[in-house]
């Protein structure tokens, strides 16, 4: 069984499902929590994935209290009706820790997909840190989609032979998402500029670390008549009273409703550079060849800025206008990161996680 309830994780392990679901020997059940709904479905949609059961957990106003107990209480008939041999989760949401503390109370097996990844700040990114670690104690296998977070995996204390490298789903994904000749009314918009794509969302970001991104950013944008910058925005209404406080009346900076995977992927894929404060989009955006500033103080993806394919600026505006700006202007400093090494895999993790789960099942 594989549970997950967000857009990101659904993303991730949609291709999962395929994978296991093409092999006779496996049963595979789907359980998707609701904790997005809309976004959610989208991407369900997008890969054609079905649901044998949706908790429907998600609620106006909900609370990270609403999203752990609602899956403990619902999850539990489901676990207890399919007695699956073992249990699937991803990443660091809290229907991941809600999903994993259910299959350890009921004395199922976990299996941890995107396992290892760490800030060793409980606070940032909050409270998904706490999450994964978490998930880790009780994991039986782990999934990791670097050598570097199997490693962190093991000096923890976890069994070595828990921890597989599998790489990164993500990278399967955009297998199938990204296509050669996508056209989009965005793309058009921006097709005398150089397309920049901001996403920003983060819990610890809201307030005056997502002002002083938009600040920065729309200093940017007075200052190069050449930039034009596409803001799918969450629907977080804090943050969407921010957004449009900084920038308002600027028409090269165009807010739009969050966009489906397939459009996301393929935006992704056409812009110049990408600005977040997101965690999977760090791991995508190298393998398309997209430099990336990280609007945080911390991140979990290490490889990554060893590589050269990402940069953590922080939340600060002088640091992050000084960075944006060096891409803009150094050919030098574009060219270095748009040309490193992908280092979150090759597209073919689910295979590897299929193969390890029938060999040890």
């Not at 959610?40 to 990270?64: A, H, R, W």
């Not at 955009?174 to 000749?181: F, G, P, R, S």
């Amino acid at each position: 069984m594989l549970v997950f309830g967000t857009r990101p994780e659904a993303i991730k392990m949609c291709p999962l499902v395929k994978e296991l679901k093409s092999r006779k020997e496996f049963d595979v059940k789907v359980c998707v929590s609701g904790q997005h709904k809309q976004m959610l479905q989208s991407v369900l949609d997008c890969f054609n994935v079905e649901p044998d059961y949706n908790l429907e957990i998600m609620k106006e106003g909900q609370t990270l209290f609403d999203i752990t107990v609602n899956i403990l209480q619902k999850i539990k008939s489901v676990i207890e009706k399919e007695n699956p041999s073992v249990v699937l989760v991803h990443g660091d949401t809290s229907t991941t820790y809600a999903a994993a503390l259910a299959c350890f109370y009921l004395g199922i097996e976990i299996g941890h997909v995107e396992a290892g990844l760490r800030t060793y700040n409980l606070k940032s990114p909050f409270p998904e840190e706490f999450n994964r670690q978490s998930v880790s104690i009780l994991a039986n296998y782990n999934f990791a989609p670097t050598k570097t977070t199997a490693k962190g995996l093991i000096l923890e204390g976890k069994c070595e032979k828990s921890v597989f490298v599998t790489g990164n789903t993500v990278i399967d994904a955009l297998k199938t998402t990204v296509q050669k000749n996508f056209s989009h009314p965005i793309i058009d918009w921006a097709n005398d500029s150089k397309l920049v794509l901001l996403t920003a969302h983060r819990r610890e970001s809201i307030g005056e670390p997502m002002r002083n991104m938009f600040v920065a950013i729309k200093r940017i944008i007075d200052e190069f008549p050449d930039v034009k910058i596409v803001y799918p925005i969450h629907m977080n209404p804090k943050v969407v009273e921010v957004a449009n406080e900084v920038f308002l009346g600027c028409d090269r900076i165009k807010i739009i409703e969050p966009l489906g995977v397939l459009e996301f992927h393929n935006l992704m894929a056409k812009t110049h550079i990408i600005l977040t404060d997101s965690g999977g989009i760090q791991e995508e955006a190298p393998s398309l060849g997209v430099p990336v500033l990280v609007m945080r103080d911390t991140t979990e993806r290490p490889e990554g800025i060893k590589a050269g394919t990402l940069k953590l600026v922080g939340t600060q505006t002088e640091k992050i206008y000084k960075e944006f700006k060096k891409l803009l202007t150094s050919r030098f400093a574009y060219r270095k990161m748009a040309r490193a090494k992908n280092p979150y895999g090759d597209g073919f993790a689910c295979r590897r996680i299929a193969d390890i789960l029938a060999r040890e099942k």
